[in-house]
């Protein structure tokens, strides 16, 4: 039987406290550094002594690159690395990198599909304005914040934004920046996708139901997806938000839905 791990998930930014007493006190296990480049550079030797500080009290530290500006790009990290460890206790730092940062690892903790516990570290004092690092000493409690689930969509749904946003990455019936329906039909079979896969006999007509009820409409509810008219044929293109959703969403690709699809 697999040992169940406590997982800590933490931006990095202008904190050493707020990063380290969390660890340290809940005992965790192994600990994941969201890393800005252009932080870990400008505050190499403190975030250097923070990771030794770390890796002496979890058995495991890993730094993993992420635009902390972004607050899609935390999202992404978030709720990959979340639903790498399904199995493990999963607890995500949102006091440790800045507003930005905070907003992303909460919103994956809402996320239906990340059973992680997102918490805020209350610091004993904030450092005088434009004093050297880090911004806060001390802890003075840790307080798990509630997490309301916020509906996500599926892998089916994730593959086929994915597939809008670069067609041609796919063979070569797929060399068109404007696909139609049926290019997603063919799509969808070609990767088993479960919303056909799973009703072998469909005919035709049925396939294109299929996909408007289990895809486009939902997709297109959530500004996901758009669609539109061009002389005979109905295409359907991916939104600036869909773009984001397909970054934040990524890892259903790989690790599917909760029911396991």
């Excluded at 994956?108 to 997102?118: G, K, R, S």
Aim: some cysteine; proline content about 5%.
């Amino acid at each position: 039987m697999d040992v169940v791990q406590r997982v800590h998930i933490v931006p990095l930014g202008y904190e050493f406290d707020r990063i380290l007493e969390p660890v340290r006190n809940q005992r965790a296990d192994l600990v994941y550094l969201l890393a800005d480049e252009g932080r870990m550079v400008s505050t190499a030797e403190y975030h250097d002594e923070l990771v030794d500080t770390l890796e002496s009290v979890a058995r495991s530290v890993e730094t993993t690159a992420c635009d902390l500006a972004d607050v899609y790009a935390v999202l992404g990290k978030v709720t990959t690395l979340a639903a790498k460890h399904a199995s493990d206790d999963v607890r995500v730092n949102v006091s440790g990198g800045g507003t930005t940062a905070a907003i992303g690892a909460t919103m994956a903790c809402m996320d239906v599909a990340t059973d992680a516990t997102p918490y805020y570290v209350e610091p004993e004092s904030y450092a005088v304005e434009g004093s050297v690092e880090p911004v806060s000493t001390g802890i003075e409690d840790v307080v798990e914040l509630p997490s309301y689930p916020l509906e996500s969509p599926s892998r089916d749904q994730v593959a086929i934004m994915t597939f809008l946003a670069d067609p041609t990455e796919y063979d070569d019936r797929f060399r068109t920046t404007d696909p139609k329906k049926k290019d997603l039909i063919a799509y969808a079979e070609s990767e088993g996708l479960s919303f056909l896969e799973n009703r072998p006999n469909t005919t035709e007509k049925g396939k294109f139901r299929l996909l408007r009820t289990k895809i486009i409409e939902p997709l297109e509810r959530d500004g996901y997806v758009t669609e539109r008219k061009v002389g005979r044929r109905h295409l359907v293109e991916l939104t600036e938000q869909g773009e984001n959703a397909c970054r934040a969403f990524a890892h259903k690709l790989r690790y599917g839905d909760p029911d396991g699809s």
